[in-house]
Nanobody
């Protein structure tokens, strides 16, 4: 089993900053892409940012220039630095990881795991 534990959410005023962390642990052969998604009340979950194992990043247009995703491979941890926060960034933020595991007969396979979510609230 693999666990993703998020931290760093909270309440902040518009224009402020927060840093989210997500640490992966458990039966992991390798961590591939890791990302952050968010879901606001009444809306679908959407991609915020993703980073590959090699460090290539991609962002939603709504957060480009304000958010930065990074990772520490040695710690199996991904971060999301959020600056210039806006009320519309209010949502539950979920960590996501594509994990390679080794199965029977040493055959590798991939699974996607999700964290439990952390609330980010930006007040105006």
């Amino acid at each position: 089993q693999v666990q993703l534990v998020e931290s760093g959410g909270g309440v902040v005023q518009a224009g402020g900053s927060l840093r989210l962390s997500c640490a992966a642990s458990g039966s992991i052969f390798s961590l591939n892409a890791m990302g952050w998604y968010r879901q606001a009340p009444g809306k679908q979950r959407e991609l915020v940012a993703v980073i590959t194992s090699g460090g290539t990043t991609n962002y939603a247009d709504s957060v480009k220039g304000r958010f930065t995703i990074s990772r520490e491979n040695a710690k199996n941890t991904v971060y999301l630095q959020m600056n210039e926060l806006k009320p519309e960034d209010t949502a539950v933020y979920y960590c996501n990881a594509d994990v390679t595991k080794i199965g029977a007969y040493s055959v590798p396979y991939e699974l996607v795991y999700w964290g439990q979510g952390t609330q980010v609230t930006v007040s105006s």
